[in-house]
């Protein structure tokens, strides 16, 4: 637990950077993980956050912002906010979430004893990308054709991932890569001239910061839309996942095990793969989907898995 210093002058220096703005849930849920530990900002650390509001192109100059301020640890979010502040320091020790595979993606080398100034909570599973490809079947039987929407500002191993499990799946599957919010009109024109059946939409830095415009325009498509767990509130038909927060909200354990003095290349990676659904009948009303009753009978025996009505 971390004590309470009285010398303003001591306390931590806690930077944090993420890809998405400070509404993003996994945010919010690293600053309630900090508290529950017993920190208090202003008392016992001072946050320093930036965020890139989806501009990724912004994250090295904000990386640098951190370490120009000597924080003691900087928190990130994702694979390319890792990458923008080990590129920016190879001293502060950085503290990582939401990962699919930290090995794979060249992050460490040894997931059990990670080395250097890196730790962190992977999100990784496996079988998120079917298991949210059979939900979308679940509730469009005749589902053939499925549009898939990325973020071209990350590593390819995501929408790979997800359009081989469509593929099978028995799907056709089409991917687009935003480049930014101005691509988002342009993507669901494509979807519309594909004949696209349903949309899943990653959980990627730009589709998150997007999310709500993303829901609107399935919504106006009548097109029903599958997000990450996390994103829920944007109000698509389905969302599915682990919860990103509750790995971000474990970040902060790794912090406060830094803070305390433990070198943070013998901490081992955790996992944080605990999958959640999120059913909307709001919009399924709205857009004439019948939601079956096994998926309903299935939500409301999970004590955290919510329907929306």
């Known amino acids: 637990m971390f004590e309470v210093q009285q010398d303003s002058s001591t306390i931590s220096r806690i930077g944090v950077l993420l890809a998405g703005d400070r509404t993003y ?3 919010t849920a690293f600053r309630e993980g900090l508290g529950e530990l017993g920190y208090v900002e202003g008392q016992t650390f001072k946050m320093e956050a930036r965020f890139a509001a989806g501009r990724l192109d ?10 120009a301020l000597r924080v003691d640890v900087i928190a990130v979010i994702g694979v390319v906010t890792f990458w923008a502040a080990r590129r920016a320091t190879s001293d502060i020790p950085i503290i990582f979430t939401i990962v699919l ?24 599973d496996p079988g998120q990308a079917r298991s949210q490809i059979r939900l979308l079947k679940q509730v469009l039987p005749g589902l053939t054709r499925l549009a898939i929407l990325g973020d071209a500002g990350v590593p390819d191993t995501l929408p ?38 349903a949309l899943l ?14 829901a609107k325009l399935a919504a106006a498509a009548r097109l029903p839309t599958m997000f990450g767990r996390d994103l829920a509130r944007y109000e698509p038909l389905l969302a599915y996942g682990t919860s990103l927060a509750a790995a971000a909200r474990r970040m902060a354990g790794l912090v406060d095990q830094v ?8 901490l081992p990676i955790e996992c944080a793969a605990r999958p959640e659904l999120v059913v909307n009948l709001k919009v399924a009303r709205e857009i004439g989907i019948i939601v079956p009753a096994e998926m309903l009978a299935r939500t409301k025996s999970l004590g955290k898995d919510q329907i929306i009505r």
């Open 25 to 27: 849930p996994g945010f």
């Open 58 to 67: 912004h994250l090295p100059r904000l990386a640098a912002e951190l370490v």
């Open 101 to 124: 595979d930290p090995v794979e993606a060249g992050m460490v080398t040894d997931a059990d004893r990670p080395g250097g100034n890196t730790a962190g909570v992977t999100s990784f």
């Open 160 to 197: 790979n991932l997800n359009k081989a499990a469509a593929h099978a799946e028995g799907l056709r599957a089409q991917v687009l890569l935003l480049g930014g919010e101005e691509d988002l009109d342009g993507a669901f024109a494509a979807f519309r001239d594909e004949g696209a059946d």
């Open 201 to 214: 939409s990653l959980e990627v830095p730009r589709t998150s910061t997007y999310g709500g415009r993303i």
């Open 259 to 266: 803070l305390e003095g433990a070198k943070p290349g013998e």
